[in-house]
């Protein structure tokens, strides 16, 4: 019951990439940089393991960024030749790569942290991917000239690495789709159709994860215009009930979500945010076990796996230490008051 996890990123050691940052430099090059992302998975993999955390990840700690991690890893993308885009309906401006010719795999993607990690440890693991709408969001296309075939055109990429990864012994494939809170209507219309491309056949657990975004000051100035109650997930839930997803992970501590949105997931593992990823705040385990019993009021216990808002690869790594540990504490807690 309560199974713990992180919705995937962790921060990077500033020997490996310069710390606080959600697009850090890399410290080194070549071999020596390969090396130091295997140490830095190895590192975060035993920290995970040491705070109690049930199902680990890699911690993103071989990717720059949690979109292009995956796209450099794909042909047909012009990476010299970057362009001003509006991101998540204009949010923010980012620099990003160009689509100029169909698309194909390299080769394998995570294929080295996911065996890494795999060898290492004896605990359910989780990779995470980016999911089709987010990663047409997060780049500019010259090619297809229709976003829901460049939606399609990703998935097809992503399955081929997710059956991969379900060979190398990864438990869960999560697929991250900020942009599910951005674009709700095409979430319905097309969104979710991409998923559904992007996890056929899988025989492991599937989840997909959707925030309000990572603790930057562009995501923090977005959620002040959203008003005292964030309703977005409620637009979106009844058509991922009925979806192929096994799971949803969402943010709910120190946010304005209506907790009676849950109910709307009937059928679903749900992987409640209980730790915020944009404050340096530690929650404490009353914090998170009450988080978690007012979740327990519309999801069923066996559904609910305690989990962070989003990712907290820009986050101090001490920090990040410390609310894994409270992430652990307060489901005990939890554990104990929902017997």
């Not at 795999?118 to 297809?144: C, F, N, S, W």
């Not at 229709?146 to 939606?151: G, P």
């Not at 998935?155 to 942009?179: C, H, N, T, Y």
Request: proline share 4%; hydrophobic share 40%; aromatic share 6%.
């Amino acid at each position: 019951m309560l199974k713990t996890t992180i919705a995937g990123s962790l921060p990077k050691p500033a020997w490996l990439a310069e710390p606080r940052k959600l697009w850090p430099a890399w410290r080194g090059a070549g071999e020596e940089l390969e090396q130091a992302k295997r140490d830095a998975t190895l590192l975060w993999l035993k920290a995970q393991e040491d705070a109690g955390v049930d199902i680990v990840t890699d911690g993103e700690q071989s990717r720059q960024h949690f979109v292009h991690g995956f796209l450099e890893f794909v042909e047909g993308i012009d990476f010299s030749r970057k362009v001003k885009m509006g991101i998540r309906n204009n949010r923010y401006d980012a620099m990003v790569p160009v689509v100029t010719a169909p698309l194909k795999l390299k080769g394998r993607v995570h294929q080295t942290e996911a065996r890494l990690a795999r060898a290492h440890t004896d605990r359910q693991l989780k990779i995470t991917l980016p999911g089709p709408m987010t990663i047409v969001d997060t780049i500019a296309d010259e090619h297809y000239g229709d976003k829901v075939k460049l939606a399609m055109a990703f998935a097809d990429l992503l399955i081929q690495e997710a059956r991969a990864l379900e060979k190398d012994g990864v438990d869960v494939i999560q697929f991250d789709e900020p942009a599910f809170n951005v674009y709700m209507e095409d979430v319905k219309r097309w969104g979710i159709q991409a998923l559904h491309r992007a996890i056929q056949g899988l025989k492991l657990t599937t989840c997909v994860h959707i925030c309000y975004g990572y603790g930057i000051q562009a995501n923090l100035d977005w959620k002040r215009t959203l008003g005292n109650e964030w309703r977005q997930y409620e637009e979106i839930f009844p058509a991922l009930a009925k979806s192929k997803i096994d799971q949803v992970s969402l943010e709910c501590i120190h946010s304005k979500v209506p907790i009676e949105l849950l109910k709307l997931l009937k059928g679903k593992d749900v992987l409640i945010g209980v730790i915020d990823v944009a404050s340096d705040t530690v929650e404490t385990p009353a914090e998170v076990a009450d988080t978690i019993a007012r979740a327990a009021k519309y999801v069923p216990k066996k559904h609910l796996y305690p989990c962070t808002n989003c990712g907290m690869a820009p986050m101090d790594r001490e920090i990040a230490l410390k609310k894994l540990e409270a992430l652990v504490a307060g489901t005990r807690l939890a554990r104990k008051k929902l017997k």
